[in-house]
């Protein structure tokens, strides 16, 4: 059912992307254009077809009609070509190139030209229509922040107090060790696309480099067939013919919705698929050259064509593991089988007739695959460099820093790692996920169904609806039987591999199966090998020796209207999502603020995606940062020198429909207060975390201040005497930061919420020495019935010269209780969900002004 995007909704249940197929008549002006376009493919092509004739091959006024027989000996005269699939007679010379050949690559390269204009142009559309002006998904905005902090010059840029009003989601704070030993955060992605996207913020315009990537993609789609699938040259009527994978790959490319979705928002995979297919088409160019040398008698050079593309293959596969790590694998893998074909191939060559075989020929063609692989790995250096300074800034160690962020800020300890096994899945970023697929951890069935799930998607990504995916398997068996395309039907394999150690699927609509976007290029080279077999069975149907002028012209016309009819009735649906999903609108945009009049001062802004899209690490006439709703605002007012403070407001209606921006000015009184409350929730992610995690959590309806409060969890002992003594002994803890700067000579009073039987100790640290311990007991039995209490603990001094200042919050677990002898009637078996222990506020009572 079709309905305006800006019009209310009302609410359904929300079910995975995976289940969630749409399909259908078409809504939106951009299905009707597809759907339109796709009929004007479909009747050109057919009036090609019957328009057609029995061709006659002419050169220099020589006329061969279809199975005529050249005399022996003879030579084709120039521009001259035999039919597809015919071969000389005995005796027979093949003609130097003639004019009507030369054309053939030029008007090839400037096909794929074309069509790389066009897969802009739609990227740039894309932007406009779907996205509504810049990056939407929370990694995308994350992307985009990295990216303009190394337009900066930071990998890792200054934290400024109070630290929890810059932190937040996907934000790392770096434990690198710095000069001026001042703090630092970094985003937790690698560093490989948004080295590229800085580009972008430095020339003014980081939303264009996604349409340029879509252009260099369509090209290297059509290399990349060029390379793995090669066509004979010469066409009927001595005309130079566009070769038709290669353009019918780049065909699919250019109207691929999920490229061109990843070609406009801020996700690297566009760039992934882009290093992906040089790397390959790169490494199959070297191997040629390198073929071609040998049969020569040219010596190896390392400045040759060979050593050139080889190292072009490097730089991109390493480019690539500093942008998508499991990716390079996958093209790791794939390259592997590329050189075993290429050496098994050379060392079961016969001789030629009348050479002997030389015993030297193996060492030098292992002299020149070593030259070649040498090569390579000299080019994959500079994105393995990128990608550990990248993580060295991030972590202060040659250390994931992803992994290093899910272990300060998500849970269960260790759940976020590439492999199997129990305790995987993180529950604060991927919850819902986690407890409905993953209830049992992350096994063989678990890994199964996520890759299956990932499957279900994908078979709409590589040309817009699920059956057009037989294109792509069909393609696949035809590449299986080639030894030369063969890494091509096994790539997409390998990537498929290659992701099913980690445990989240990745999928939404519009993004697709994103982890499995950066093979789409081999896959439209597969079902461009598809197309092409079932025109050559349909001529054989008609006992035709070649095509007849204007039929692969008609063919390439009428396979493209099958992905534009794609969109029209299922993947535009995707995107339609897509483009609704969370307000509909980016969740900042910098017009807002000039049409408001706001030229300088300081910006409070709800949301991460906003924060993300806002904040500057460059110092300027607006400083952006989180909106807490406590006194942590005042503080970074204060830190800031009190500017003029607003407040920007993305409101998402609860019936769904367009967000609505609202920008106000937020005051804070002159003097300062005497008592102050920093919400629990606010101090989240923690600096550190150990057998236990810390995650915001709502609690409306409850004693919970302002209906939020951070939940710390022990994590589940694995058995043993050794994890009953670990959580006896208070191991499992939680470091939270304080605002030092506003807390000296002040007293600290911490409000915390139990439920259930939820127990632990609230210890005050300063300058990494104990200086006071709460012990909260559970819930009294006459408070049983309510969901929460709330406790709050005596107030405790904060010394004038303290320095460093942290609360660790330590839950006391059930293996705890019992190993100390504690009373639990229900005994082990009752669900750890209910049993809490949260910090919901922290009261600050200043005895001289904040401002010190």
Same mark, same amino acid.
């Given at each position: 059912?079709?309905?305006?995007s800006?019009a209310?909704r009302p609410?359904?249940?929300a079910?995975?992307?995976?289940r969630?197929v749409r399909?259908g008549?078409p809504?939106?002006?951009?299905?009707?254009?597809?759907l339109?376009?796709?009929?004007?493919?479909?009747?050109t092509?057919a009036?090609?077809?019957r328009?057609a004739?029995?061709?006659?091959?002419r050169s220099s006024g020589a006329?061969?009609p279809?199975?005529?027989a050249l005399p022996?000996?003879a030579?084709?005269?120039p521009?001259?070509?035999?039919?597809?699939g015919?071969?000389l007679?005995p005796?027979a010379a093949p003609?130097p190139p003639?004019p009507?050949?030369?054309p053939?690559a030029?008007?090839?390269v400037a096909?794929a030209?074309?069509?790389s204009?066009?897969?802009?142009?739609?990227?740039?559309?894309?932007v406009?229509?779907y996205?509504?002006?810049?990056?939407?998904?929370?990694?995308?905005?994350?992307y985009w922040l990295e990216?303009r902090?190394?337009?900066?010059g930071?990998?890792a840029w200054p934290?400024?107090?109070?630290a929890?009003?810059t932190?937040?989601?996907f934000?790392?704070?770096?434990?690198a060790?710095?000069?001026d030993?001042a703090d630092r955060?970094a985003v937790?992605f690698p560093p490989?696309?948004?080295?590229l996207?800085?580009l972008?913020?430095?020339?003014g315009?980081p939303?264009a480099?996604?349409?340029?990537?879509a252009?260099a993609l369509?090209?290297a789609t059509?290399?990349?067939a060029?390379?793995?699938?090669p066509e004979?040259h010469?066409?009927?009527?001595g005309?130079?013919?566009?070769p038709?994978?290669?353009?019918l790959a780049?065909?699919?490319?250019a109207?691929?919705?999920?490229?061109?979705?990843h070609t406009?928002?801020t996700m690297?995979?566009?760039?992934a698929?882009?290093c992906?297919?040089v790397?390959?088409?790169?490494?199959?160019r070297?191997?040629?050259?390198?073929r071609?040398?040998a049969?020569a008698?040219?010596?190896a050079a390392?400045t040759?064509?060979?050593?050139? !593309? @080889? $190292?072009?293959a490097? +730089?991109?596969?390493?480019? %690539?593991?500093a942008?998508?790590?499991?990716? /390079?694998?996958? *093209?790791a893998?794939?390259l592997?089988v590329l050189?075993?074909?290429r050496t098994?191939a050379?060392?079961g060559a016969?001789?030629?007739s009348?050479?002997p075989?030389s015993s030297?020929?193996p060492?030098a063609h292992?002299?020149?695959?070593?030259k070649?692989?040498?090569?390579?790995a000299?080019g994959v250096?500079?994105g393995l460099?990128?990608l550990?300074a990248?993580?060295?800034a991030?972590t202060?160690?040659?250390?994931?820093?992803?992994?290093a962020?899910y272990?300060v800020s998500?849970?269960?300890?260790?759940?976020?790692?590439y492999?199997f096994?129990?305790?995987i899945?993180c529950?604060?970023?991927?919850?819902?996920?986690?407890?409905h697929?993953?209830?049992e951890?992350?096994?063989?069935l !678990? @890994? $199964?169904?996520?890759? +299956?799930?990932r499957?279900? %998607?994908?078979l709409?990504?590589?040309l817009? /609806?699920e059956? *057009?995916?037989?294109l792509?398997?069909a393609?696949?068996v035809i590449a299986l039987?080639r030894p030369?395309?063969?890494p091509?039907?096994?790539?997409?394999?390998f990537?498929i591999?290659?992701?099913?150690?980690?445990?989240f699927d990745?999928?939404?609509p519009?993004?697709?199966a994103?982890?499995?976007?950066d093979v789409?290029?081999v896959?439209h080279?597969?079902?461009?090998?598809?197309v092409?077999?079932?025109?050559?069975?349909?001529?054989?149907s008609r006992a035709?020796?070649?095509?007849?002028?204007?039929e692969?012209l008609a063919?390439?016309l009428l396979?493209?209207?099958?992905?534009?009819?794609?969109?029209?009735?299922?993947a535009g649906?995707?995107?339609a999502?897509?483009?609704?999903r969370?307000?509909?609108l980016?969740?900042f945009?910098?017009?807002?603020l000039?049409r408001?009049?706001?030229?300088r001062?300081l910006?409070?802004?709800?949301?991460?995606h906003?924060?993300?899209l806002a904040?500057d690490?460059t110092?300027?006439?607006?400083?952006?940062?989180?909106?807490?709703?406590?006194?942590?605002?005042?503080?970074?007012w204060?830190?800031?020198?009190?500017p003029p403070?607003y407040?920007?407001r993305f409101?998402i209606p609860?019936g769904?429909?367009?967000?609505s921006v609202s920008?106000a000015?937020?005051?804070?009184d002159?003097?300062?207060?005497?008592e102050?409350?920093i919400?629990?929730?606010?101090?989240w992610?923690p600096r550190?975390?150990?057998?236990?995690?810390a995650l915001?959590?709502h609690a409306?309806g409850?004693?919970?201040?302002?209906?939020?409060?951070?939940?710390?969890r022990?994590a589940?002992?694995?058995?043993?005497?050794?994890?009953?003594?670990a959580?006896?002994?208070?191991d499992?803890?939680?470091?939270?930061g304080?605002?030092a700067r506003w807390?000296r000579?002040a007293?600290l009073?911490p409000?915390?919420?139990?439920g259930?039987?939820g127990?632990?100790?609230v210890?005050l640290?300063?300058?990494g020495a104990a200086?006071?311990?709460?012990?909260?007991e559970?819930a009294?039995p006459?408070?049983?019935?309510a969901?929460?209490?709330c406790i709050?603990?005596p107030a405790h001094?904060?010394?004038?010269?303290?320095v460093?200042?942290?609360?660790?919050?330590a839950?006391e677990?059930?293996e705890?209780?019992?190993?100390?002898?504690?009373?639990?009637?229900?005994?082990?078996k009752?669900?750890?969900?209910e049993?809490?222990?949260a910090?919901?506020?922290l009261s600050i009572?200043?005895?001289n002004?904040?401002?010190?």
């Amino acid at each position: 059912m079709c309905g305006s995007s800006s019009a209310p909704r009302p609410p359904r249940r929300a079910r995975s992307p995976g289940r969630d197929v749409r399909a259908g008549i078409p809504c939106d002006p951009a299905q009707w254009i597809a759907l339109a376009l796709s009929l004007v493919a479909l009747l050109t092509g057919a009036w090609l077809l019957r328009r057609a004739r029995p061709p006659v091959i002419r050169s220099s006024g020589a006329a061969f009609p279809p199975g005529a027989a050249l005399p022996p000996g003879a030579a084709l005269p120039p521009g001259a070509a035999l039919p597809p699939g015919a071969a000389l007679p005995p005796g027979a010379a093949p003609s130097p190139p003639g004019p009507a050949l030369r054309p053939i690559a030029a008007r090839g390269v400037a096909a794929a030209a074309a069509l790389s204009v066009v897969a802009a142009l739609l990227s740039a559309a894309y932007v406009a229509a779907y996205l509504r002006g810049g990056p939407r998904i929370i990694d995308a905005t994350s992307y985009w922040l990295e990216a303009r902090a190394m337009a900066a010059g930071y990998l890792a840029w200054p934290l400024d107090e109070p630290a929890a009003s810059t932190l937040g989601r996907f934000l790392l704070r770096s434990e690198a060790a710095t000069p001026d030993g001042a703090d630092r955060v970094a985003v937790l992605f690698p560093p490989g696309y948004p080295a590229l996207l800085s580009l972008g913020f430095l020339a003014g315009a980081p939303l264009a480099i996604g349409p340029l990537l879509a252009a260099a993609l369509t090209v290297a789609t059509y290399d990349l067939a060029a390379r793995f699938a090669p066509e004979g040259h010469g066409a009927p009527g001595g005309a130079a013919r566009i070769p038709f994978v290669p353009l019918l790959a780049a065909l699919f490319s250019a109207l691929c919705a999920a490229l061109r979705y990843h070609t406009a928002d801020t996700m690297s995979h566009g760039l992934a698929a882009l290093c992906f297919t040089v790397a390959l088409a790169s490494a199959r160019r070297a191997l040629d050259h390198a073929r071609a040398a040998a049969r020569a008698g040219a010596p190896a050079a390392w400045t040759g064509p060979a050593g050139r !593309a @080889a $190292a072009i293959a490097g +730089l991109a596969a390493g480019w %690539l593991a500093a942008t998508r790590p499991p990716s /390079a694998l996958a *093209l790791a893998a794939t390259l592997l089988v590329l050189l075993l074909g290429r050496t098994a191939a050379s060392s079961g060559a016969p001789a030629s007739s009348g050479a002997p075989a030389s015993s030297g020929a193996p060492a030098a063609h292992g002299s020149r695959l070593g030259k070649l692989a040498a090569a390579m790995a000299l080019g994959v250096l500079p994105g393995l460099a990128l990608l550990a300074a990248h993580q060295g800034a991030a972590t202060g160690a040659l250390a994931s820093s992803q992994a290093a962020y899910y272990a300060v800020s998500d849970g269960p300890p260790g759940c976020f790692r590439y492999g199997f096994g129990d305790g995987i899945g993180c529950l604060g970023e991927h919850g819902d996920f986690v407890r409905h697929n993953l209830p049992e951890g992350y096994g063989f069935l !678990a @890994a $199964a169904g996520t890759t +299956l799930r990932r499957l279900k %998607l994908h078979l709409v990504d590589a040309l817009n /609806a699920e059956p *057009l995916a037989l294109l792509v398997l069909a393609g696949a068996v035809i590449a299986l039987r080639r030894p030369r395309s063969r890494p091509l039907a096994l790539a997409p394999l390998f990537q498929i591999a290659a992701y099913a150690p980690f445990y989240f699927d990745g999928n939404y609509p519009g993004g697709g199966a994103r982890f499995f976007a950066d093979v789409l290029p081999v896959e439209h080279v597969l079902a461009a090998l598809a197309v092409l077999a079932l025109a050559e069975r349909a001529r054989a149907s008609r006992a035709a020796a070649v095509p007849r002028p204007g039929e692969r012209l008609a063919a390439a016309l009428l396979a493209a209207a099958l992905p534009l009819a794609g969109f029209a009735f299922r993947a535009g649906f995707d995107h339609a999502a897509l483009r609704d999903r969370e307000g509909g609108l980016p969740m900042f945009d910098p017009a807002e603020l000039a049409r408001a009049g706001v030229a300088r001062g300081l910006v409070f802004i709800d949301t991460d995606h906003g924060y993300n899209l806002a904040f500057d690490p460059t110092p300027g006439d607006i400083a952006v940062l989180r909106h807490r709703g406590d006194a942590l605002d005042r503080m970074a007012w204060e830190a800031r020198g009190r500017p003029p403070a607003y407040r920007y407001r993305f409101a998402i209606p609860d019936g769904g429909g367009l967000a609505s921006v609202s920008i106000a000015p937020l005051s804070f009184d002159a003097s300062s207060p005497r008592e102050a409350l920093i919400e629990g929730e606010s101090l989240w992610p923690p600096r550190a975390q150990r057998r236990a995690w810390a995650l915001p959590e709502h609690a409306g309806g409850t004693c919970a201040s302002g209906g939020r409060l951070l939940a710390v969890r022990a994590a589940a002992a694995a058995g043993g005497d050794a994890a009953v003594r670990a959580a006896k002994d208070g191991d499992a803890a939680v470091r939270i930061g304080l605002p030092a700067r506003w807390l000296r000579g002040a007293r600290l009073s911490p409000r915390v919420a139990v439920g259930g039987e939820g127990a632990g100790e609230v210890r005050l640290v300063v300058d990494g020495a104990a200086a006071h311990v709460w012990r909260v007991e559970p819930a009294a039995p006459e408070s049983s019935g309510a969901p929460l209490t709330c406790i709050e603990l005596p107030a405790h001094p904060i010394p004038e010269r303290a320095v460093e200042i942290e609360l660790s919050l330590a839950p006391e677990s059930r293996e705890a209780a019992v190993a100390a002898g504690a009373a639990a009637p229900e005994g082990l078996k009752r669900a750890k969900d209910e049993d809490l222990f949260a910090l919901d506020a922290l009261s600050i009572a200043v005895g001289n002004s904040v401002d010190q």
